[in-house]
């Protein structure tokens, strides 16, 4: 298993530009995640899914568009990027064990830069 | 979910034991204690989880006192690739809820020769 993949690694944008950072985990894991996290800080979630079809917000969604036509897949859409957004995004995949037990795993991290 | 303190950071020598602690004192009875580690900007790791009793893996052993209040994290002997910032977290998981993690800033753990 490649485990959760993001692409790309790193990316420089221009205020007002549009991207989409890609994510997608091979584990057929039902929960997806995006966090993003900026220097000396922990990570903060921005949206999750719960499965296809079913996405919410998290703590800082604002600026951000998700969707999740697959299990499999789930981009984080930038409608129009701001200095604010620049920092590293994981995406991250989990599932649910008996007993409501979870571990979630991440993937290796988009660095933005937002001029 | 309940709020985790941890110290900012954490020095150990290779091969000794290291013991990262985590107070949770607002934990209710169904909300388990995590542990997950970041190295040098890379996703964050899955070390181990519990819910009452001590837990242990290959990586690591997770202690929780009786009330709950509080834990530690035990590396038993440390090694310089487990040099990372530790993140304890508290969270209630239930089917059907997403995973929504809370980090803190975490411990950031030293390990020297």
């Known amino acids: 298993n490649a485990g959760v993949t993001q692409t790309p690694k790193f990316q420089v944008l221009k205020t007002g530009q549009s991207m989409t950072l890609q994510c997608a985990q091979d584990?057929?894991?039902?929960?997806m995640s995006w966090y993003r996290q900026d220097p000396g800080m922990g990570l903060r979630l921005i949206h999750y899914?719960?499965?296809?079809?079913?996405?919410d917000q998290g703590e800082v969604p604002n600026g951000y568009n998700v969707s999740r036509s697959t299990t499999e897949d789930f981009p984080l859409r930038l409608l129009s990027a701001a200095p604010s957004q620049t920092s590293v995004y994981f995406c991250?995949?989990?599932?649910?064990?008996?007993?409501?037990?979870?571990?979630?795993?991440f993937g290796p991290g988009t660095r933005l830069l937002v001029l | 979910d309940a709020k985790t303190t941890q110290p900012p950071s954490m020095d150990c020598a290779e091969g000794r034991a290291a013991n990262l602690p985590c107070n949770h004192s607002?934990?209710?009875?169904?909300?388990?204690v995590y542990w997950y580690r970041q190295i040098h900007s890379q996703g964050p790791q899955y070390i181990i989880h519990?819910?009452?009793n001590n837990e242990t893996n290959e990586m690591a052993s997770l202690i929780i006192t009786e009330d709950r209040k509080s834990s530690t994290l035990i590396l038993p002997h440390a090694t310089l690739r487990d040099t990372a910032v530790y993140y304890c977290?508290?969270?209630?998981?239930?089917?059907?809820?997403?995973?929504?993690?809370?980090f803190g800033t975490g411990t950031r753990l030293q390990v020297t020769l």
């Open positions: 519990g819910l009452k």
């Open positions: 991250a995949s989990s599932y649910l064990l008996a007993g409501g037990q979870e571990t979630q795993y």
């Open positions: 584990m057929n894991h039902e929960y």
């Open positions: 607002t934990i209710s009875g169904n909300e388990y």
């Open positions: 899914s719960v499965g296809a079809g079913i996405t």
């Open positions: 977290i508290v969270r209630l998981v239930l089917s059907g809820t997403a995973s929504k993690l809370t």
